[in-house]
């Protein structure tokens, strides 16, 4: 077994989350289902941070980023539930907000139909 990465710490975190949500990089993975290179591109910027993370560490952490921020969205999302958050959940809601893979399915009532 490889061993264990370092734990990410918040100054780490807050500058993945920056280069994350940069429009190019956003683009670059909303056109591609194969995004190895982008995250690539990701940790290089990461190490231009002054941050020693691969590519795979950066991908690893940012699909934990959007798990967490939409199990608190979905959660959210229920009427009379109490309010639900994740670190960084408004620096997310930046990147992810719009995003319709990470909107909770609902039904829409249209109203009357002539």
Known sequence: MPPRAPVWSNGELLDLIAVWGEEAVQSQLRSSRRNFDTFGQISRAMIERGHDRDAMQCRIKVKELRSAYCKAREANSRLG???????????LD?????????????????????
């Open 81 to 91: 539930a109490p309010p639900k958050t994740c670190r960084f959940y408004k620096e």
């Open 94 to 114: 930046a990147i992810l907000g719009g995003d319709p893979t990470t909107v909770p399915s609902t039904t829409v009532d249209m109203g009357e139909r002539d």
